[in-house]
């Protein structure tokens, strides 16, 4: 990484992410630990009830941060908070058992109650337009679906005045680009509180909040755990009075992250930025071989050149790094040659996740867009014969064998 401003810190982010966690935790006479240990208690003694009393509202009279029941912050959870936040330049992160309960905390955080008016992506992950359908519109929420990816997104916000926009940083499973600046500045013009989803870019590509985005959320369960052993999720606040509301909801909702995960979140940070590169690299690299592959008509991904929005992806994230998940169509359009596809790997494995160290193939008409209708998919130009790949860490000219081989049967 290239850039030092970012955080207001003199070290770069990379190095940022591997000494983020360090410093976390008391020093001891005996020692001190160079990776903060695994807080498991689920409550804290203080000094004196009034002591007790203060840290209740969650800082010690010196004004750090002081915990009384693990349900409501635990130490562990809270280096994993202070590491990620840190990276992403907010004001407070806060950690949740999974993506969904940190969107879930998030949305509550950012107003979404009876009569509120929300502009969301339309190819948001699923799960995600499923919390907004089932969740939210039965409470009196006025949702408001619409490809925010075109270039009158922001007039289209700037007619609508919604409370919140709910956005990704780049979509599933087409791998579209939203232009952040464009969206956050006609937020600002409404008074719109913005949220972004940055599972697929992580702190490492791009830092929405220098982009004037107000709360960060990420599925810690992909790239920043990494790898496919540990459940859940972050938001990050740019706003003091955001984060405040995200604290009440987490601790009411209750789906804190574990002491146990968050060590595992934590230790996933430090290698970030490795991961991240050895992802995006062989991503382009499977992107180009796949582009001229004669079984496959389309590759979806921003790091190649006839990409509609590959000028906005290099603006964004730079550098020459465009994420690790990229989709392609096959040419033969049915289920079946896509079943064969899959069945045949050797070496990716065809399970429902992204952002671990191994390639994992998924076929969204059955994992992320099961519930639409084939007409739906199509809509939204997602084809019978598209799959998504998320490119793993492994070495590159095994990946790219595996899939010739699978896409030959
Ligand atoms: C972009 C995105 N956001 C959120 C989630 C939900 O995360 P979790 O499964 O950790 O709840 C996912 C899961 O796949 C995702 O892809």
Request: proline residues 5%; contains cysteine.
């Amino acid at each position: 990484m290239t850039e030092r401003d970012h955080a207001s810190s003199p070290l770069h982010i990379d190095t940022q992410l591997v000494h983020g966690s360090r410093h976390h935790g008391a020093t001891a006479s005996v020692g001190t630990p160079t990776v903060p240990p695994i807080y498991a208690s689920t409550t804290y003694l203080h000094s004196s009830t009034e002591a007790l009393d203060q840290a209740f509202n969650g800082t010690t009279p010196e004004g750090e941060a002081a915990f009384v029941y693990a349900r409501q912050g635990n130490l562990s959870a809270n280096a994993f908070e202070e590491a990620l936040n840190r990276v992403e330049g907010g004001i407070g992160t806060i950690s949740f058992s999974s993506g969904m309960a940190a969107i879930h905390a998030a949305l509550m955080a950012a107003g979404l109650a009876p009569g509120a008016k929300i502009v969301a992506s339309q190819d948001l992950y699923g799960a995600s337009i499923s919390l907004l359908q089932k969740v939210f519109i039965p409470i009196g929420v006025q949702v408001i679906l619409r490809d925010l990816c075109t270039p009158d997104a922001a007039d289209f916000i700037r007619e609508e005045e919604p409370d919140v926009i709910f956005i990704e940083t780049i979509s599933n499973p087409l791998t579209r680009i939203i232009d952040l600046d464009a969206i956050s500045a006609a937020a600002r013009e409404v008074e719109a509180i913005t949220l972004v989803d940055s599972t697929f870019t992580t702190p490492y590509l791009l830092r929405p909040i220098e982009h004037g985005i107000d709360l960060v959320i990420h599925s810690t369960t992909k790239y920043i755990s990494g790898h496919g052993d540990s459940t859940g999720g972050a938001v990050t606040s740019a706003k003091r009075v955001l984060l405040d509301q995200l604290r009440n909801y987490a601790n009411l909702l209750g789906a804190m992250l574990s002491p146990f995960d968050a060590h595992l979140m934590t230790r996933g940070l430090r290698t970030l930025a490795l991961r991240m590169e050895r992802h995006c690299s062989n991503a382009l690299q499977v992107a180009h071989f796949l582009a001229q592959h004669p079984a496959v008509t389309r590759v979806y991904y921003p790091g190649l050149p006839q990409h509609p929005q590959h000028a906005l992806a290099n603006k964004l994230l730079g550098d020459g790094r465009y994420g690790g998940l990229l989709s392609f169509d096959l040419k033969e359009q049915s289920r079946q040659a896509v079943y064969c596809f899959m069945d045949s790997l050797q070496l990716c494995l065809p399970a429902t996740t992204l952002g671990d160290v191994f390639s994992l193939v998924t076929y969204p008409p059955v994992s992320s867009h099961r519930t639409l209708t084939e007409q739906e998919r199509r809509n939204l130009g997602i084809s019978e014969g598209c799959i998504r790949l998320s490119v793993g860490i492994e070495n590159i000219e095994d990946i790219i064998n595996d899939l010739d081989q699978a896409l030959r049967q």
